[in-house]
């Protein structure tokens, strides 16, 4: 009796230990289902032809993770969307996100936008008036990537249903839903919101608030450079009455708001905010390069004006008034990426309402409440030309302004190159570049002779090229001192060398932990020194269906950056595994236990 319980008992230990570890392992490597649960509602049971409805798709986020924001503010990430699949007489807007959360994480040194907990992403579908009755099955695809404090999991793509019927005229509506379609407004952007509450207010309501609107936007940074240049236009004008003056004022407000509303539209319709693209360090420089010229021009570099040969052909009695014109549209090029905000706003609930001519109007009212206190500049500069010895204090005023703009150069690059490994570089690569193209080009000094001009011209050349060249290498980070072998279709045994063990790094393009596990830990000189005692293999897991998608299912990786221990016999170690980002104390002692096995 006694040696048939023993057997018996062996047997229900070993299940018992099977199943702990399988918990465990469930318990480190949770379910992409159990992180992120997607439901989609509508707020119509059956809906009229010709008529729209509402869709929301409500994402439940799991506690202590995390989903990127719409528009992340690294390139690298991949962003949560929601896509519909096209149906045959059916029409969807762009979906409506809400406000992310910036956070800040242990893998990054800059804020991320997240969202998390539970979120409503709102579209408006359109049905079309000649679908014939029945039934319409609402479907699409959510796609997010989820996160959470130390690594992300792989990009991910739900798809939800929604069930949904057409029927005729005749036949009555019930709405379904409406608590969740209630908290559509809370979820719209802050510019979003206004322009929403402003435009069901009325039209007359909506043309003054949006005017108002155009007159706070005079207050952000980047319009301080289109006051000289206003300036130093309307200054030009000396042999002008005051009210041709006002007329050519007038013509330059209208090209502000041509401007202003052709590129918010364009913009916006594009997907691409303007704000976002300074994101890239490039695009930066060259705004900053324009400013810095312009505050040049203001010390007396060179002088702000329209070209000669255009307006010969566009005819002299026309002079004043298509100059104004075009001054104005340059002007509305400058300030366009500071309405970024409320432009964006404005276009969504265009788009969510359907009211084009409304909007277009609206767009362009703005862009007059934008332009109105630079009539009040251009009188000025009638009015400064008549005072008394007023040619000293003037440049002076010109110099203030010039020091405001350099000013407004530093706020835009200060914060760009906060976020590089070579800032020294960076500023120095922005120095190069606009101090060549001043040197070279802007600069219009009196008595340079014909050779002297091209000399200071290949001088310029070389200098754009060294500081474009420096701000490169300072926006891309140094190569690596490890000896990386990069994964290709090869094995694990092909892969090892030399009897050594082996260290695979599991990483990513999208992945920020990544990015710091490389700059902070594999930089260090302590790691560097270690590797050469490893094989140090990198798996590129940007792209799932890559070919590096094998090596991800055998090695059971769930989350980035993941880096794998290999014995020198070709058994992982599993105890060494980790996932997310490690600092090099750790990562030191984990390879110390890697060589002693």
């Excluded at 509602?41 to 008529?51: I, L, R, T």
């Amino acid at each position: 009796m006694k040696s048939s319980i023993k057997p018996f008992l062996l047997f229900v230990a070993i299940l018992f230990f099977l199943s702990l570890s399988t918990s465990l392992s469930t318990a480190q490597e949770p379910k992409d289902s159990d992180i992120v649960h997607v439901k989609a509602y509508a707020s119509h049971e059956c809906v009229h032809p010709g008529e729209s409805f509402q869709v929301a798709v409500v994402v439940t986020i799991k506690p202590g993770f995390h989903i990127n924001g719409h528009s992340p503010l690294d390139k690298f990430l991949i962003p949560t969307t929601v896509n519909f699949d096209q149906k045959e007489g059916i029409a969807f807007s762009p979906a409506s996100y809400p406000v992310p959360e910036h956070e800040s994480f242990s893998f990054s040194t800059n804020k991320v936008a997240v969202y998390a907990g539970k979120i409503s992403i709102f579209s408006q579908g359109l049905v079309h008036e000649d679908i014939p009755p029945g039934d319409v099955d609402v479907s699409g695809v959510l796609a997010y990537q989820a996160c959470n404090d130390h690594s992300c999991l792989m990009p991910r793509s739900v798809r939800f249903e929604i069930p949904l019927k057409v029927v005729k005229e005749n036949k009555p509506i019930n709405l379904i839903n409406q608590d969740i379609f209630r908290q559509m407004a809370s979820s719209l952007g802050g510019g979003e919101m206004q322009a929403k509450q402003v435009i069901e207010k009325g039209l007359a309501y909506a043309v003054i608030a949006f005017f108002v609107f155009g007159l706070a936007l005079n207050l952000t940074p980047c319009v301080y450079p289109v006051i000289p240049m206003t300036l130093s236009f309307f200054a030009a004008q000396k042999e002008q009455k005051k009210r041709t003056i006002f007329v050519l004022a007038l013509c330059y407000v209208l090209g502000i708001a041509i401007a202003f509303s052709f590129l918010g539209m364009i913009s916006a319709l594009a997907g691409r905010q303007w704000g976002f693209l300074f994101q890239n360090p490039w695009f930066v420089i060259f705004i900053s390069i324009i400013i810095l010229s312009m505050a040049a021009s203001m010390f007396g570099a060179f002088e702000l004006r329209v070209p000669a040969s255009l307006m010969t052909k566009l005819g002299k009695s026309r002079k004043g008034i298509i100059g104004s014109f075009i001054m104005g549209l340059t002007a509305g090029v400058v300030i366009a990426p500071c309405a970024a905000g409320i432009v964006i706003g404005l276009v969504g609930v265009v788009a969510r309402l359907g009211i084009v001519a409304k909007g277009t109007l609206l767009f362009f009212v703005m862009g007059l409440g934008l332009g109105l206190p630079y009539l009040f500049l251009a009188m000025s500069s009638g009015l400064l030309r008549r005072l008394p010895e007023s040619g000293m204090w003037m440049v002076w005023i010109r110099k203030v302004f010039g020091i405001l703009l350099v000013g407004v150069a530093i706020y835009f690059l200060v914060p760009q190159a906060k976020q590089l490994h070579d800032q020294q570089g960076f500023y120095l690569g922005v120095l190069g570049v606009f101090g060549g193209l001043l040197l070279g080009f802007l600069e219009r000094g009196q008595g340079y002779s014909r050779i002297f001009k091209i000399i200071r011209g290949v001088l310029g050349c070389m200098l754009i090229l060294a500081g474009a060249f420096l701000v490169e290498r300072a926006i891309h980070t140094e190569p690596s001192a490890i000896n990386w072998v990069y994964y290709g279709n090869q094995s694990i045994a092909q892969l090892q060398k030399e009897n050594r063990p082996m260290l695979i790094d599991f990483y990513a393009d999208w992945c920020v932990a990544c990015k710091e596990l490389d700059r902070k830990t594999f930089a260090d000189k302590r790691i560097t020194d270690k590797s050469k005692e490893f094989t140090m293999v990198r798996v590129n897991c940007t792209s799932p269906a890559n070919k590096s998608s094998a090596l991800i299912r055998e090695f059971k990786v769930s989350g980035l950056p993941t880096v794998v221990f290999i014995s020198a016999r070709g058994d992982e170690l599993r105890s060494l595994r980790a996932t997310g980002f490690l600092g090099p104390s750790e990562m030191l002692r984990k390879m110390q236990e890697a060589m002693a096995e």
